[in-house]
């Protein structure tokens, strides 16, 4: 099915039956305007765009090409900004005229489906900024930390070239596809493109990714927590004071959510500094050490409980709170960067982006870098979000380009962020921190010896170093602290502490960047476990109708539970894993998140495909060919590889073939006990790699049949929906260009009551 | 411009209208103005008697109550 049934419904409306100026005033600029605005090279943009290429390209060279003993953070933030301004401008732009060509002509779903709920035009500006906050989570923060043990320019050159050629383009396309159909889930236009059997692969490869992304996520949580009394205390507080501003939402005063958000905010910061008091006392300390199992479990009952209470009582307000710190804290971080300008003295490229013997995350460079970084770089998951809420509420097609490539882009600067906070702290303090326990003993003096033993040029940690900054930031132990968050903490405090309080407010940055991340993480796991209930009814629904009832209480409890035994379970076993955790557990993240952008791209290429566009086809095909080799590269060493340390089959030979000679302690794990673990947490974690790369050559196999079938068909087809002539005009970037500005003017001069009625119900 | 105003004025005008625009974006961005978004979209409809317009306390419930039956993903 797909291919050829579904193409006699969709063709669209002759293009030449809609207006550019319907009634008296323009809804989109002349396109030749717009053509020779891009054109005209007038000197000022041309001295613009010199000084950017030049900026971006001295940057460029002062981190791959200048050695010197340390490198200014500056560099990073302009190599940065000048490659996302040039991409934009032009490779966004190449993608729009050439490839999409998007017809502001044509009403957008948030104007022909309009229904002042759901379907709503939303101002550009405010659009960017709730997409940018759907997208952006702690993926972006903890991917670029584990991987800046391989040195600082991978890391860097991935995700700011990833970015422009991969993690936008699939965010541009989903975003405009998906608003061209109405909105439609990823799930659904695979189904519409790729038939039954690519359709059904993924999504059910989406269901396991969730699942996935949720344990993992909830694992970098719970290692931030354990034996952090401060931590356990702050983090636990903000379920009261979500409580509190969802009651007051709904009881009190109804709607009233930037003032109840600030309000919650002096709260969270009150919760911070009581932490430090409770966490001073005697009882604070019996009461909120807890070690990673008992958190794990807690935030196990925590997610079923979150995920089966109504929205307006925890979920909504903490995702206010989420917006507001995510927002705040990630400027506040930008301006202390550029102000500050920490000296970076990590290596460009270290020994461990070759040898593949790094203790953060295994494997070489080449691939397990670009599935280390997923977020930041390019992320699959942003295409469930880029076919969710946003298509609903833009109000121009051009607008995407903006909001979707562009918001990427701010998604990869938070990535760089975290890589420069990370790499400014001292490098033996960061190997100290993201070495797991079973390599450092979990002891200052293991870390000391494990870190100096490595033989890196140049780090020498020793043991007061480590116990001073533990106690700078009002901690017990800083040791092994895997995960990324500890160490963002870590290096955000380090930075924020020279702009703002001293070495004295170490401690109160250190949790305020711990409460940060842990907020948007219980809130992706929360809306994940709901969003997966959901999916997991739909599916059960097909042989038990009755699930399809998603108000059907013991359903909507029983898939719920489901879903977070599911997650819980990877997470445990994260947890209590004897090789460490996150360092085995992390390349399955990534994996999975690379193979739902995989699955996107696929969905967008069999889409133009089906358009006949083949000629600008490499657009998507790149990135497409790019993230399936690396993570069906990655998933096979993964399953095939010798090594134990990669291998998840290898380690599960190891560990069984001790036991089997009656070894009673082999490798890291001490015991026969910690040995069965490990031999059933490899057998577990080599399988979903199984499932992951047989789902994604099933989705690719079929994209392939799919375009090669479009081909030979010389297909000119699509699923969009029928084109509506739009009424309402609106500008497509952040700036009016002069054409732009001359239609609003005329607009503004409009009475509001006068304007074209709206064409919705 | 004209000259009688001062640089002092013209620093406070334009200060003022900054802030007013931050105030509305955070608005926008927190979703507080949705309810003014759907009075103006029902407005702008013909009156349809099977819908009549929901109060401001029934549509934040109706907006949660909605979520809770499409929930959205947030992402890594």
Redesign the interface.
Known sequence: MGATSSTSRGISKEPGALQRIPHDLAVAVDPEEIEAHDRKWTPLKIVIWGVISLLGGLSWVMLAVVRGETVNAIWFVFAAICTYLIGYRFYSNYIEKHLLKPDDRRATPAEYK?????F?A??R??LF??HF???????PLVGPILAAQMGFLPGTIWIIVGVVFAGAVQDYLVLYFSMRRGGRSLGQMARDELGLIGGTAALIATLVI?VI?VAI?ALVVTNALAESPWGVFSVGMTIPIALFMGCY??YFR?????EI?IIGFVLLLAAIIGGGAVAGTEWGTALFTLDKVTIAWAIIIYGFIAAIL???LL??PR??L???MK?GTIGMLAVAIIIIRPEITAPAVSEFATNGAGPVVSGNLFPFLFVTIA?GAL?G??A??AS??TPKLIQKERQTRFIGYGGMLMESFVAIMALVAALSIDRGLYFAMNSPAALTGGTIEGAVAFVNGLGMTGVNVNIDLLAQTAKDVGEASIVSRTGGAPTLAVGLAHIMQQLVGGPAMMSFWYHFAIMFEAL?IL??VD??T??A??MMQDSLGNFFPKFKN??WRPGAWAATAIMVAAWGAVLLMGVTDPLGGINTLFPL?GIA?QLLAAIALAVAMAIIARRGLFKYIWVVALPLGFASVITIYASFLKIFSTVPGIGYFAQNRAFAAALADGQTSFGTAPSVVAMEAVVRNTMVQGVLSIVFVVLTIVVIITTIQATIHAYRTHSNATNEDDAVQSQLFAPAGLMMTPSEKVIQAQWDAVPAAKRP??T?? | MPTSVGIGTRLRLGLRAGTRRVVWWTRALMGEDAYEKYVEHHASCEPDPAHPIMTEREFWRDQTDRQDKNPQSRCC
């Open positions: 309009a229904d002042g709920k759901d709503a939303t101002d500006r405010v900024g709730h906050a759907a997208i952006a989570g702690a993926g969730m992304i996520l939402l709904r109804p709607g009233k959510i930037t958000s109504p929205v307006w979920l909504a995702d206010y989420s917006t507001f927002i977020c992320s998951f942003h469930l979000i969710g809420t948007f809130t992706a809306a994940g709901r969003v209930r959901f998603t108000s993240f998140n009625k709206r919705g119900h």
